[in-house]
């Protein structure tokens, strides 16, 4: 298994923390991983985008041109994202940051209304774990339990208080995500 995945969004919607969580529950999983964010200007309300290698056998290189699985939280991420998508590939995206739905009809497209989901949990910080928690119920490129073990290894002490709710919001992802 390897699954060669793009997660991108304004800065500040947690892209970059999402895909850092996601590569360290691939090694907690004992799997090979990259992580390559892409950033600087795009923190302050540009947009950011992570590229993040799951599998099961060495990584040969962490630079792609196509991907497997492609999660876009606005649309100029769409834009750039949804042609690079691989046939046969998985496009998720979030209900509130994409005006106009993507149109590909040879891959698999779900929406996930994590905006809305993150206001009724009252914490906006919880989004990109309900979008996080969409993925691994449509792709179980990780283990959940491999999850909990990387929020503890990537978040600072003062907030592993916050992990349970953390764990709550992945829970949460996969019951809302659908496909369309």
């Known amino acids: 298994m390897k699954k060669e995945i793009i997660i991108s969004g304004f800065g500040g919607q947690g892209v970059l923390s999402m895909g850092k969580i996601l590569a360290y529950s691939g090694l907690m999983d004992d799997k090979e991983v990259t992580w390559m964010p892409a950033y600087g200007p795009e923190q302050r309300g540009g947009t950011a985008n992570v590229t993040v290698i799951v599998s099961d056998e060495k990584i040969s290189s962490p630079i792609l041109s196509k991907f ?32 106009n739905p993507p149109t590909r009809k040879d891959i698999t497209v779900y929406r996930i209304d994590a905006m809305d989901k993150a206001a009724e949990m009252k914490n906006a910080k919880v989004f990109n774990m309900i979008v996080l928690g969409g993925l691994l119920k449509v792709a179980p490129v990780v283990s959940t ?32 995500i659908e496909q369309i």
């Open 68 to 99: 497997d699985i492609a999660i876009v939280l606005n649309q100029p991420s769409l834009e750039k994202f949804e042609p690079k998508l691989k046939p046969g590939g998985i496009l998720i995206y979030d209900g509130y940051g994409i005006l």
């Open 145 to 176: 339990n491999g999850v909990e073990k990387a929020l503890y290894k990537t978040l600072p002490e003062r907030h592993h208080a916050m992990i349970p709710l953390n764990m709550q919001a992945i829970e949460e992802g996969g019951k809302i």
